[in-house]
């Protein structure tokens, strides 16, 4: 049993877009989004496109990677289309026919507008996991989460909690497999029997997967101890993040597009 | 019939078109009664082989029985038995007897506690005294055999194991080697490691693996006739077996290489001609 690698991985190149500042793609990210509800025609939409073609090149990151999201999407499209286009004995001219169920030009219109703005969605928000690392990710959300330190909000805290987490994944994706293989080895089979039976086969997987990571826990947690980490406040940066002249001026032009779309698109 | 690979070879695909050839032309053979010693480096190709030869992994050249049948086969199943780097993370079960009794619960075999206590015994750990306690309060050493034992309850005729000793104490050492040396009565061993020193005594043959291909492979005898080969892998004699053979060197007369320190000190004694 192999565990997928996930779409949205950072991909490590060098190019203009994973070198901005992560708050300002989750600025970008936010307008786009913003600005993608607010166009409503084929038109705007098709801007958007290009757009988002525009920074796929920019980032070099391969076109392949940077659209594999969409075919996790492909139930959801599917469902989008039919949803849209389909009538139950419609009483207008339609496109196809069949018996009672028919497929009208309207309806095809707005499910394929949908459907493209959801496709879209997905590769441009995409592009934030792809370009930045998730140590600039949870960085940038600690600072734009800060004016909520002022009402309590743990935001150090939880920086460092999403931190770990993430750092955690592929490890914990690793350990797992290698479970699977040593329990395999010991004549455990995962692909036998009722559905009870399969799940009750995970048990040998499931257990020492929790009893290593609980105990790794520990051991970063005493790790971090001996390091003298006493939660978020007042700790500065390795590597701090500043928002230099160009990601201010691509916040600007983002802004000024997404006041654009709402004005003309 | 025995546990035969034959030139075989394996690269990992890296999404490259070369890929990475982690294993080049090894041919290996293990019967009953056999303790074979593959050592080398990290990177040298030592835990791949062992996953070809569990038929973990399929060789991209070569080939590889169990006993004439291919070790993925189904038949095979239960014929190799597999002790992975640090076994005791795998524990589940609420004792350790059912923990090692799980093996042949799979296998359907008709008496798994039965098995599991003659493996716990054979480990040194009293399965009366063991057998009911919980696997996550032993000690290092006497996990790692409780985990070892578990590959033992199935009753396999090959038995593989991915340093079986790393990060053990001294006696903890000793008694996973006591163990080995037991089990190889009704089975074949294959140890993979980068530090082999202790079972060198025992080995019946060794191979030394260098950037995945054979660098040494031979008895004991020829290792330390003309060890360059391996130390040319990056692998050390220990110290013991080097004094021994600088001794050799030097015109004296000693019967046989030993890592016994006292017998080894004695030979020396002996040799140089002097009471003391």
């Avoid at chain 1, 801007?47 to 959801?76: K, M």
């Avoid at chain 2, 799979?106 to 009911?132: I, K, M």
């Amino acid at each position: 049993m192999r565990i997928p690698s996930t779409f949205g991985q950072y991909v490590p190149v060098d190019s203009p877009v994973h070198a901005l500042d992560a708050r300002t793609k989750m600025g970008v990210i936010a307008a786009f989004t913003l600005g993608l509800f607010l166009a409503d025609g084929f038109f705007g939409l098709a801007a958007f496109a290009v757009a988002v073609a525009a920074v796929v090149r920019v980032s070099r990151v391969p076109g392949r990677i940077a659209f594999r999201g969409v075919r996790a999407l492909g139930l959801i499209l599917i469902f989008t289309l039919l949803a849209h286009s389909l009538r139950w004995e419609p009483a207008t001219v339609m496109l196809v026919r069949f018996g009672p169920l028919g497929i009208d030009a309207e309806g095809l219109r707005t499910g394929v507008f949908f459907a493209a703005r959801i496709v879209l969605l997905m590769v441009g928000t995409s592009l934030l996991t792809l370009t930045t690392t998730p140590v600039q990710l949870t960085d940038g959300l600690e600072s734009v989460m800060r004016p909520g330190a002022a009402l309590g909000l743990p935001t150090g805290e939880i920086a460092m909690m999403l931190t770990i987490a993430l750092r955690f994944i592929p490890t914990t994706a690793q350990e797992a497999e290698r479970v699977i293989i040593a329990q395999s080895a010991r004549g455990a089979r995962f692909d036998e029997g009722s559905l009870l039976a399969r799940v009750r086969a995970y048990v040998p997987v499931l257990v020492p997967l929790f009893v290593n990571l609980f105990r790794r826990a520990e051991d970063l947690a005493t790790a971090m101890d001996a390091r003298c980490y006493r939660g978020g406040e007042g700790r500065t940066r390795l590597h701090a993040a500043v928002m230099t002249p160009g990601d201010w001026l691509v916040l600007l032009v983002c802004g000024t597009g997404l006041v654009m779309t709402g004005i003309w698109l | 019939m025995p546990l035969l690979a034959e030139g075989v070879s394996y690269t990992y695909e890296t999404g490259r078109a070369s890929g990475v050839e982690a294993v080049r032309d090894v041919s290996v053979s293990v019967d009953v009664g056999d303790l074979v010693v593959v050592a080398g480096t990290t990177g040298s190709g030592k835990s791949t082989l062992l996953r070809l030869l569990a038929g973990l992994l399929v060789p991209g050249g070569g080939s590889i029985t169990v006993d004439g049948i291919a070790p993925g086969a189904r038949e095979a199943r239960g014929a190799i038995a597999i002790v992975f780097q640090n076994p005791e993370t795998q524990f589940f079960a609420e004792t350790l007897r059912s923990d090692v009794a799980f093996g042949p619960r799979n296998l359907r075999r008709p008496d798994p506690e039965g098995d599991a206590d003659r493996a716990l015994a054979a480990v040194n750990l009293e399965p009366a005294v063991y057998g009911p306690r919980s696997p996550f309060g032993l000690s290092g050493g006497e996990a790692r055999r409780g985990a070892i034992a578990g590959a033992l309850a199935m009753g396999a005729r090959y038995l593989l194991l991915d340093e079986p000793t790393a990060g053990l104490d001294a006696e903890g050492r000793r008694a996973v080697r006591a163990a080995l040396a037991a089990e190889r009565a009704s089975s074949g061993v294959v140890v993979v490691t980068h530090d082999p020193a202790e079972f060198l005594d025992d080995a019946s043959h060794v191979i030394a693996l260098a950037g995945g291909g054979v660098a040494f492979s031979g008895g004991v005898d020829a290792l330390y006739g003309d060890p360059s080969a391996y130390e040319g892998a990056g692998l050390a004699l220990p110290p013991i077996v080097r004094v021994q053979l600088l001794a050799r060197g030097r015109g004296m007369s000693l019967p046989e290489v030993t890592l016994d320190a006292d017998a080894a000190a004695r030979a020396l004694l002996a040799a140089r001609g002097g009471s003391r």
